[in-house]
C-alpha cells in the first residue's frame, strides 16, 4: 500500500518558471489537501479538495491553482514561481472530515531562485 | 473559529527522563484534537487523536495525552525519552465547518534528545 505518493522530492526553479507538483494516493480518500512548511510557521493550508471535481481555497493560494478530476490526483501548480515560494510541499489526504487524521506524503522540497 | 498555540518552541531533556510538550487550543465546538511527529526529512506521521472519547489518550511509541476542557490544553507526554524521539512534534485542532475540513496546526516544538 503506497499511501500518498508525491514527486518530485526536489526542485529547483528560476522566478517566473512554472511546474506541477504531483499528488497520488490510493486509499480512495475523498479529501485531499495541499501544505506549504515555513521555518516557525507550522504547516499552512494551500488549497484543498473535498471530492473529485471540487476544490477551495485555504489560507495562503495566492500563486497557486489546482484541479481535482479523479479521486486519486490532487496536483499543485505554480504559475509563475517567485522566491517566496520557497518551501518544502506537503499532500495529504483523509477519507472522511474534520475528526479524521491526516495521511501525509513525504514531501518536495522546492527551491525558487 | 479554531486556534492553537505551542508554548514551547524546542524542549530539549536527556534520555531517559519525561517528556512533556505543551499545547492550548481554542475551538467553538466540540474539538477534535491531534498529535504528529515529523522526524527530519519526512512527513508527518499521527501520534495520538482525541475525538471525544476517552479524555486520556494513548499513542504510539509510549506518547499519551491528555485532554482538559476546562484548561483548553492537550499535552503530550512520555514518562522516559528516548533518542529517536527527537524530532518535530505538532498540535492540530479542527472542528465542524460545513463540510469542508480546514484543521489549524500549531507552529511546532522541537524536540532535542541528550545522551
Known amino acids: 500500500n503506497a499511501g500518498v505518493t508525491q514527486t518530485p522530492k526536489f526542485q529547483v526553479l528560476k522566478t517566473g518558471q512554472s511546474m506541477t507538483l504531483q499528488c497520488a494516493q490510493d486509499m480512495n480518500h475523498e479529501y485531499m489537501s495541499w501544505y506549504r512548511q515555513d521555518p516557525g510557521m507550522g504547516l499552512r493550508l494551500i488549497h484543498y479538495?473535498?471530492?473529485?471535481?471540487?476544490?477551495d481555497q485555504g489560507e495562503v493560494p495566492n500563486g497557486y491553482n489546482v484541479s481535482r478530476s479523479t479521486t486519486e490526483d490532487f496536483p499543485l501548480r505554480l504559475l509563475s514561481a517567485a522566491p517566496s515560494q520557497t518551501s518544502v510541499y506537503f499532500c495529504?489526504?483523509?477519507?472522511?472530515?474534520?475528526?479524521?487524521?491526516?495521511?501525509f506524503g513525504n514531501g518536495t522540497r522546492l527551491t525558487v531562485t | 473559529a479554531q486556534s492553537v498555540t505551542q508554548l514551547d518552541s524546542h524542549v530539549s531533556v536527556s534520555e531517559g527522563t519525561p517528556v512533556l510538550l505543551r499545547c492550548n487550543y481554542s475551538s467553538s465546538y466540540s474539538p477534535s484534537l491531534f498529535w504528529y511527529v515529523q522526524h527530519p526529512n519526512k512527513g508527518l506521521q499521527l501520534l495520538l487523536k482525541?475525538?471525544?472519547?476517552?479524555?486520556l489518550v494513548k499513542g504510539i511509541n509510549g506518547f499519551e495525552a491528555e485532554f482538559k476542557k476546562s484548561e483548553t490544553s492537550f499535552h503530550l507526554t512520555k514518562p522516559s525519552a528516548h533518542m529517536s524521539d527527537a524530532a518535530e512534534y505538532f498540535c492540530v485542532v479542527s472542528e465542524p465547518a460545513g463540510g469542508s475540513y480546514i484543521p489549524t496546526f500549531g507552529r511546532g516544538t522541537s524536540l532535542i534528545v541528550h545522551p
Open positions: 482525541y475525538t471525544s472519547a476517552a479524555t
Open positions: 495529504a489526504s483523509t477519507p472522511a472530515g474534520w475528526n479524521s487524521p491526516l495521511h
Open positions: 479538495s473535498v471530492g473529485a471535481g471540487i476544490t
